[in-house]
């Protein structure tokens, strides 16, 4: 005996084309599990898909990172111009005649190995004076060395290590003015200052505000014995 099925909806039936053709809903129902794609392939599509987004993202993310380096607060890293404009030249930070023993070497990233200033030769108790007006931002021991920090206008700040000083955060100094003295202690082969600029958070060479100094000889360094 045929098995009747109870007709569908006039509205059911012309929304699935299964239904349109007269077919009985267990048909439509086998047909549509039939059709459907299985877990395992989806799982693969779903993988693929994946693979493909990320793969896209790593190419972009590799060329805008070689296109325009960063600096760690965004935007292009400072260039000779910038510096320039953000002060005006700064007088030699130590008196008479001392040669670089090592010059600015930038580092391919913010967090690359580079040498981020110049270290100047200098002797133990030597004078350290402010290249420029500035307020002291900081003042302390930074892991076993002396270290002294000036904020400048225009978003500059310097830094001079080893060193001994008497000044306190806040405290204002000017042009020319002695701001502490070279510590025993040094990184160098023999006793040296080290200097270093920041401009908005980037290190920078020293030198471009130093510019037209002719202590601004290269020297080889002496091993440490």
């Not at 809903?25 to 549509?32: M, P």
């Not at 404009?85 to 008479?96: E, K, R």
Request: proline residues 10%.
């Amino acid at each position: 005996m045929r098995r009747s099925h109870t007709p569908l909806p006039a509205r059911l039936r012309r929304s699935c084309p299964c239904f349109s053709r007269g077919r009985p809903l267990r048909v439509c129902v086998r047909l549509a599990f039939r059709l459907r794609p299985s877990r395992r392939a989806l799982g693969r599509s779903a993988l693929a898909g994946l693979a493909l987004l990320a793969l896209a993202l790593m190419l972009g993310a590799g060329s805008a990172t070689a296109e325009t380096p960063s600096a760690p607060g965004g935007g292009e890293r400072p260039t000779g111009t910038d510096v320039a404009a953000a002060g005006t030249p700064w007088l030699w930070p130590l008196d008479g005649r001392n040669p670089i023993v090592r010059g600015f070497e930038a580092p391919p990233h913010p967090y690359g190995a580079g040498h981020r200033g110049i270290d100047i030769a200098a002797t133990p108790g030597q004078l350290v004076r402010a290249p420029a007006a500035g307020t002291v931002s900081f003042a302390g021991v930074v892991v076993d060395r002396g270290v002294l920090s000036i904020a400048h206008p225009g978003g500059l700040v310097s830094s001079y290590e080893p060193v001994e000083t008497q000044l306190a955060e806040g405290r204002s100094v000017s042009p020319g003015e002695a701001i502490a003295t070279i510590d025993g202690t040094s990184h160098c082969g023999s006793s040296c200052l080290h200097l270093g600029v920041r401009l908005d958070g980037e290190y920078v060479s020293p030198l471009l505000l130093l510019g037209g100094i002719e202590r601004a000889v290269l020297l080889p360094v002496v091993p440490a014995r």
